[in-house]
């Protein structure tokens, strides 16, 4: 369980430094609304990491609570973004991740096919 908790806030960590620069992490679009579809596969990957820990509660509740605490996040990360020169908040943004994480949680509870791929050990240490 430590290790879940980990990667979500390591997610968690890169997005901030990602997001509080004055210049954009991705200097260009490569297509129109680019940027959104990385906004919402950034807060989908830390959804993905956030209901995988485990609550001892049904998915559902996983899934609901991963969202809300991602949207939230990203949120807070756009409010973050309007004190930065050259930087603005936009609503959209914030749409983008909330989209991004409630999509990427509900494939994780939703579909065994993508949660094995998920939980797939790459490396199996002795004990």
Known sequence: MTAK?????????????????????IPFNLFYGSDKLMHALAYGLLATFIVRIPFNK??????IFATLLASIYGL??????????SREFEIYDGVS????????S???T????????????LFYIKK
């Open 5 to 25: 908790i980990l990667w979500a806030f390591i997610t968690a960590f890169i997005i901030y430094v990602c997001s509080g620069g004055n210049e954009l992490s």
């Open 58 to 63: 049904p998915l559902i509740y996983n899934l």
């Open 76 to 85: 807070f990360n756009e409010f973050r973004q309007s004190y930065i020169p």
């Open 97 to 104: 991740n909330a989209i991004g994480a409630f999509i990427a």
């Open 106 to 108: 509900s494939f994780y």
């Open 110 to 121: 939703g579909s065994n096919r993508y949660r094995s791929l998920i939980e797939l050990k």
